[in-house]
């Protein structure tokens, strides 16, 4: 069964309490959680696991993202749209070519209509 990627933001001084949280509201189907870190504001955190789709409800500060495995970047499909926009003068075309290059080791969220691009480093993996 295909699983779904989520993402919960955290600040480093309530990481553990995040983590157990996730741990307590969904069943992680892969077993593990990968922490970032925010790049620029190392105590801005991004615990990413996997869940079962019929697992998944609205929590908290905890959206859905994709991830391109090449590039190691994390988006939701909005920001994805933005970026396409932005790079192809206004037109959002779903057949555009995305050069992943430029954004690897990244989050690519959205701020309003702009998308708002996060460079992340490897904080912790976490085996449960």
């Known amino acids: 069964m295909k ?24 069943t992680i189907s892969e077993k593990r959680l990968f922490v970032f870190s925010n790049a620029d ?3 801005e955190l991004y615990v990413t696991y996997n869940v079962e789709p019929d697992d ?6 905890t959206i859905m993202i994709h991830r391109k495995k090449e590039t190691n970047t994390l988006y939701t499909v909005n920001a994805l749209n933005a970026i396409i ?9 779903k057949s555009f070519i995305i050069n992943w290059e430029n ?22 993996r976490i085996d449960l």
């Open 41 to 43: 504001s190392p105590s």
């Open 56 to 61: 998944y409800g609205k929590t908290p500060n």
């Open 103 to 124: 954004y690897s080791n990244s989050l690519l969220l959205t701020d309003g209509d702009q998308a708002k691009h996060i460079h992340l480093e490897l904080f912790k």
């Open 3 to 26: 699983t779904q990627l989520l993402c919960t933001f955290a600040h480093r001084k309530d990481l553990d309490l995040i983590v157990d949280y996730v741990q307590k509201s969904y």
């Open 85 to 93: 926009k932005k790079v192809n003068n206004g037109v959002l075309d």
